[in-house]
């Protein structure tokens, strides 16, 4: 594993995280249990997450106003909450609360499978 949460706030791994406690340019935290595989992390600025991952019982805060609380599995999803907050993956989601950009809200049990969602603005 490779991890610079310094400045640029980088991480580049194949490995497992577990019950990791991750806070990222002062507003963006990341607290949960779960596992990471073949993941890069870039949560600076523009807050770009790319990755194949297991994500479970994971509460994501990127960006200020952006929250993502939930339970789910995403596997090969290219997620970024910074400003348009653009979500496009293939991946199943369950259980999950998502709020994005203030007025844009989604609360849900549901599979999302190879899904385009823009939740900025209009949703």
């Known amino acids: ?57 994971m509460d994501l805060d990127v960006s200020g106003m952006s929250p993502i609380s939930s339970r789910w599995l995403l596997y090969s999803m290219d997620l970024d909450v910074s400003g348009m907050s653009p979500i496009s993956s293939r991946g199943l989601l369950y259980s999950m609360n998502l709020d994005v950009s203030g007025v844009s809200s989604i609360s849900s049990r549901w599979l999302l499978y190879s899904m385009n969602l823009d939740v900025s603005g209009v949703s």
């Open 1 to 57: 594993m490779d991890l610079d949460v310094s400045g640029v706030s980088s991480i580049s791994s194949r490995g497992l995280l577990y019950s990791m406690e991750l806070d990222v340019s002062g507003v963006s935290s990341i607290s949960s249990r779960w596992l990471l595989y073949s993941m890069d992390l870039d949560v600076s600025g523009v807050s770009p997450i790319s990755s194949r991952w297991l994500l479970y019982s």
